[in-house]
Nanobody, 114 residues
Framework: VQLVESGGGLVQPGGSLRLSCAGS????????MSWYRQAPGKERELVAS????????NYADSVKGRFTISRDNAKNTVYLQMNSLKPEDTAVYYC????????WGQGTQVTVSS
């Protein structure tokens, strides 16, 4: 199982970024996927999750209305569209899949700063 995130970077408050997570080594379309984030000095927290075929999506209260999770099972990729970014969204963002165990990507840094 391998998960590879991309799309992070430095953005000004109010800006947007789209993160991608490409999965391999498992049947991507069979599993729910999640995005987590971890800010310096804080615990890793769930940001958003999506069911295997995308019909059910859940979000942390802190990102509702600003972030959108989606997936393309033909491309084995899950996305996180982040709009109206705030400095408090600064963190390393990880995607995760649970297949008996939790598998994590290496993370991608998102920094929101002027």
């Amino acid at each position: 199982v391998q998960l590879v995130e991309s799309g992070g970077g430095l953005v000004q408050p109010g800006g947007s970024l789209r993160l991608s997570c490409a999965g391999s080594g498992f049947t991507f379309s069979s599993y729910p996927m999640s995005w987590y984030r971890q800010a310096p000095g804080k615990e890793r927290e769930l940001v958003a999750s999506i069911s295997s075929i995308g019909g059910i999506r859940n979000y942390a209260d802190s990102v509702k209305g600003r972030f959108t999770i989606s997936r393309d099972n033909a491309k084995n990729t899950v996305y996180l569209q982040m709009n109206s970014l705030k400095p408090e969204d600064t963190a390393v963002y990880y995607c995760k899949v649970l297949i008996r165990y939790n598998y994590w990507g290496q993370g991608t840094q998102v920094t929101v700063s002027s």
